[in-house]
């Protein structure tokens, strides 16, 4: 199996381009955010919980994503891997993420890192809370503490993936969402 991490800071385009990517190499894309709004609009009782840290741009606990995790991998069938978007996003996460794939002889393939600056973040995220209407997209201040957030907590990662020689980055900086996905599918090609 294939363990493919999308990277990048929020408003990059991991949503945008994992469509594609999961397609061409059948995979399963798994994003933790959207398994936690699905969570709040089922009013689950973690859904409640993750709600009141998500609308201040904060992350829930590595516990909570971690076992969403481990629990796609037990049920999900009938694919070639996983594309893991918006996990890990600490430290831990990433640890604990090795842990879960060694119990299985696994381990993750490669890390495929979408960069953008951070005015360009802004421009993104208030351009998508027109279309997806996520209450944490609509405000400035919440946007704000979701960068710092990836800055201090989750671009830590890219040093540790780096030293496991698995980092791979592309600049999505293009005009238009077909020109960055086309980079994003070319960059794929090249890992092995
Ligand atoms: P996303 O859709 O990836 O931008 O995630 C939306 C929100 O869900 C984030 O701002 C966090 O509050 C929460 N979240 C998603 N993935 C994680 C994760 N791996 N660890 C902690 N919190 C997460």
């Given at each position: 199996?294939?363990?493919?991490?999308?990277f990048?800071?929020?408003?990059?385009?991991?949503?945008t381009h994992?469509?594609?990517?999961?397609?061409k190499?059948?995979?399963k894309h798994?994003?933790t955010?959207?398994?936690?709004r699905?969570?709040?609009?089922?009013?689950t009782?973690?859904?409640q919980?993750?709600k009141?840290?998500?609308?201040?741009g904060?992350?829930v606990?590595?516990?909570?994503?971690?076992?969403?995790?481990e629990?796609a991998?037990?049920?999900?069938?009938?694919?070639?891997?996983?594309?893991l978007d918006?996990?890990?996003?600490?430290?831990?996460?990433?640890?604990?993420?090795?842990?879960?794939?060694?119990?299985r002889g696994?381990?993750v393939?490669?890390?495929?890192?979408i960069?953008?600056?951070?005015e360009l973040?802004y421009?993104?995220?208030?351009?998508?809370?027109?279309i997806?209407?996520?209450?944490?997209?609509?405000?400035r201040?919440?946007?704000?503490?979701r960068?710092?957030?990836?800055?201090?907590q989750?671009?830590?990662?890219i040093?540790?993936?780096k030293?496991?020689?698995k980092?791979?980055e592309?600049?999505?900086t293009?005009?238009?969402?077909?020109?960055?996905?086309?980079?994003v599918?070319?960059?794929?090609?090249?890992?092995?």
């Open positions: 199996m294939k363990y493919y991490i999308l990048g800071p929020p408003g990059a385009g991991k949503g994992s469509g594609a990517i999961s397609e190499y059948n995979l798994i994003s955010g959207e398994l936690l699905a969570e709040i609009a089922a009013g009782e973690l859904g919980k993750a009141s840290l998500i609308s201040v904060a992350l606990p590595d516990e909570v994503v971690e076992g969403m995790i629990n991998f037990d049920t999900i069938k009938g694919v070639d891997g996983f594309l918006g996990f890990p996003r600490t430290l831990a996460q990433a640890e604990a993420l090795d842990a879960i794939l060694a119990k696994e381990s393939t490669a890390v495929v890192s960069m953008i600056p951070d973040i421009k993104r995220i208030e351009g998508r809370a027109l997806e209407g996520r209450a944490d997209d609509a405000d201040s919440i946007i704000k503490h960068i710092d957030t990836y800055h201090s989750t671009e830590p990662l040093a540790f993936y030293e496991q020689g980092y791979y592309v600049d999505v293009g005009e238009t969402i077909e020109e960055n996905r086309q980079r599918l070319k960059l794929m090609e090249t890992i092995e």
